[in-house]
């Protein structure tokens, strides 16, 4: 007789949105902390901020990546907790209905967010899921947080003009991102590496 082995041993599972509802408001307050940061650290005109960052945030994944892709130079541990460092984490509530499911799934549980490890860290423990899962993989696991490999452009990429121009292949023409986050291939690719 054959002994059958699951398909699968681990599940991955997103953060923000997802293990906590979008009524908290921690969306709509982290976006506001982004267009803040925006305007006050990078001193963006603030007519531009929403076009832009949704432009980033479309095209690369995170307005964080956008924003360094096209020229931005900031700290990354500052920018967290310029965004995640203001949010209302208070409004995230207790779920023991979803630690009990988690609990009962006979597989390893991996927490895949592009926020940082504090943020997640919060976010668990007001959800009271902090021990559910075996690691969490985030932005800190990403990305070098060597500042080194950092440089700032001297002029500012403008993604608005370039995606409204009339370019055969829009998006080839986009530059790259220093930041890895998901869903590319490299996040991905990382992931797989750190749990092997």
Not at 112 to 137: P, S
Request: with cysteine.
């Amino acid at each position: 007789m054959e002994i059958e082995y699951p398909k699968y041993d681990t599940l991955l599972f997103d953060l923000d949105d997802t293990l906590y509802p979008l009524s908290s408001g921690i969306a709509r307050e982290c976006g506001q902390n982004i267009k803040d940061y925006m305007v006050e650290k990078l001193g963006i005109d603030k007519s531009k901020i929403l076009e832009l960052s949704n432009s980033l945030y479309k095209n690369y994944g995170t307005t964080m990546a956008g924003l360094r892709a096209i020229g931005y130079d900031f700290d990354y541990d500052e920018y967290h907790s310029y965004v995640h460092g203001r949010l209302p984490y208070d409004n995230i509530k207790p779920d023991p209905i979803l630690r009990t499911l988690l609990l009962s799934l006979p597989l390893r549980k991996i927490i895949f967010t592009n926020a940082d490890k504090l943020h997640a860290a919060r976010a668990l423990e007001r959800l009271g899921l902090e021990d559910c899962f075996e690691g969490i993989v985030c932005f800190e696991s990403l990305n070098s947080t060597n500042r080194d490999n950092i440089h700032g452009n001297d002029e500012i990429f403008d993604i608005i003009t370039y995606l409204s121009s009339d370019h055969e292949h829009p998006l080839s023409g986009l530059p790259k991102t220093p930041i890895v986050c998901k869903p590319s291939e490299t996040a991905i690719a990382r992931f797989e590496l750190a749990w092997e």
